[in-house]
């Protein structure tokens, strides 16, 4: 049971990582300016998924790590209300760590889901983050 509670520590080590958001505050970050928000991660049966807002507020960045099962292919997106954005496909397999950022985006005052959008299944969504870039 260790080596999967490690494998777990290290994989959201990981996805916070490749999110961009383990680093601490920056001068700015503390005296009040726009910060980043997240991330709000969901735990899937092969992996888990993360999604965040970097850059001030400009940018929905998603991190998909998968730790089991078979490849799929799947298509990065985000929601806000009720339109839904997506990237191209991507094929992840087991032991992959995958991202993609949404730049230059207006999120304006929203909460934000982060949706992986799995092919021959559901899409899955992250919990809601509210953009504080606004």
């Known amino acids: 049971m260790r080596n ?7 994989l959201a080590t990981s996805l916070l990582a490749a999110a961009g958001l383990a680093a ?3 001068a700015g970050e503390r005296a009040g300016a726009i910060r980043n928000a997240g ?3 969901t735990s899937l049966s ?11 507020g400009r940018t929905v960045n998603l991190v998909y790590g998968k730790t089991g099962g078979s490849a799929v292919t799947v ?8 339109a839904k954005h997506f ?7 087991k032991g992959d760590t995958k991202t993609f950022k949404f730049k230059n985006v207006d999120l304006g005052c929203s909460t934000i889901y982060g949706v992986l959008a799995v092919e021959g299944q559901s899409d899955f969504e992250t ?5 504080t870039g606004c």
Do not use: E, M
Request: net charge positive; charged share 15%.
């Open 127 to 131: 919990p809601g983050l509210h953009n």
């Open 75 to 82: 298509k990065f997106g985000y929601r806000k209300g009720n």
């Open 46 to 56: 092969n992996g888990s998924f993360c999604v965040g807002i970097i850059d001030g």
């Open 4 to 10: 999967h509670t490690r494998a777990g520590v290290i």
């Open 87 to 93: 990237s191209n496909a991507f094929t992840v397999k």
């Open 24 to 26: 601490p505050a920056s």
């Open 39 to 41: 991330p709000s991660c």
